[in-house]
């Protein structure tokens, strides 16, 4: 015999009734939730948070920066040159992919 899991509204279950409802996650200011809730609740409990999210504009999602907290600057040097005086200069260099640091200060210090 299959077995069946029904999700119960937590709203009614404090109250004692067993109504069916459905997962619901928030998160908002970082402060994240999961709760239980029937549609009639749902309408309740978070539908004048949705109404007033609804009139909002803007972005839905903060921009990820770096750890720091600061986006690093991008460089203004162009790589296919950096890789041409590294050959140049008998320093060997990957045709692809990321530049190391130390190969770009020595290109600025060169560069004068």
Not at 59 to 76: D, I, M, N, V, W
Request: net charge positive.
């Amino acid at each position: 015999m299959a077995q069946v899991t029904m999700t119960i509204c937590d709203r009614h279950h404090q109250q004692g009734a067993e109504v069916p409802g459905t997962s619901r996650r928030f998160v908002i200011d970082g402060f994240k939730a999961t709760t239980d809730l029937c549609d009639e609740c749902y309408e309740t409990e978070a539908g004048p948070l949705l109404s007033f999210l609804r009139t909002m504009t803007g972005t839905t999602a903060p921009k990820r920066t770096t750890t720091s907290g600061k986006r690093r600057p991008k460089s203004k040097l162009d790589s296919s040159t950096v890789r041409a005086w590294a050959v140049e200069n008998g320093i060997d260099v990957s045709p692809r992919g990321r530049i190391s640091q130390d190969l770009l200060e020595r290109y600025r210090a060169s560069q004068g």
